[in-house]
């Protein structure tokens, strides 16, 4: 292997200590998402089409980059903020305040409102189940179905991360003032309840149907 490649790669590392991603407890794994996050935010879609005579929408597919790489920052935040509760760091906290809010939903209700495909939100609640944090009771109505709600040590492990959670929250919020807050919380809920219509009711649908009926 060629000292250059080395040489490069100490730059890079250098440029990574240099930057606000690069914390006192900094793993490899930090270093290869900003590795990975760079490369993407250095390559615009106007960039990547340029040579390829495809007609591209640079604000639409920016939004699509920026919500891609919010979501990878995110969950890299959620696994450090919930560091301290390894049983919630990956999606599992969101189905346990989702309980918490709104109790006794069948699994099916749960997953959909988490927006997750049947075979991963099934998994998410599993791994719940078998922490103790969520416990099944038949639901009256029906008795084939049933219905979720938090157990005490569910209970308990939700006050206990909420403080995790809220600051969390915070700082993913970055630098916005409370104006801006409130204007991007507005266009969020208005993105995602578009997309909401589209996870209800056209799940199974493929991308030209979905142009189709929302393009």
């Keep these: 292997m060629q000292t250059d490649f080395f040489i490069d790669l100490l730059h890079h590392v250098k440029e990574f200590e240099d930057s606000d991603a690069c914390k006192p407890n900094s793993s490899v794994e930090d ?16 960039k990547l ?3 390829e005579n495809h007609k591209v929408s640079f604000t639409e597919n920016e939004i699509c980059k ?5 979501g990878r920052y ?12 390894p049983e919630l760091a990956n999606e599992e906290f969101t189905y346990l305040y989702r309980l918490k809010d709104e109790p006794f939903l069948t699994k099916i209700q749960l997953i959909e409102k988490n927006g997750h495909e049947k075979q991963t939100g099934t998994q998410i609640i599993k791994r719940l189940l078998e922490a103790g944090f969520l416990e099944e009771k038949n639901d009256e109505d029906d008795k084939r179905s049933k219905r979720l709600n938090l157990t005490a040590k569910g209970e308990e ?8 959670v809220n600051i969390t929250s915070k700082i993913l919020s970055g630098k916005l003032d409370d104006t801006e807050k409130a204007e991007f919380l507005k ?20 991308i030209d149907m979905i142009v189709k009926v929302f393009g």
């Design 66 to 70: 920026q919500v891609l790489l919010l």
């Design 187 to 206: 266009i969020l809920k208005k993105l995602n309840e578009f997309h909401s219509h589209i996870y209800a009711d056209y799940k199974s649908a493929d």
């Design 31 to 46: 270093f290869r998402v900003w590795m990975n996050d760079k490369k993407y935010a250095d390559e615009s879609p106007t």
């Design 49 to 51: 089409f340029k040579n």
């Design 74 to 85: 995110s969950k890299l935040l959620i696994r450090k903020g919930l560091g301290e509760f």
């Design 157 to 164: 492990i939700f006050h206990a991360s909420v403080s995790n």
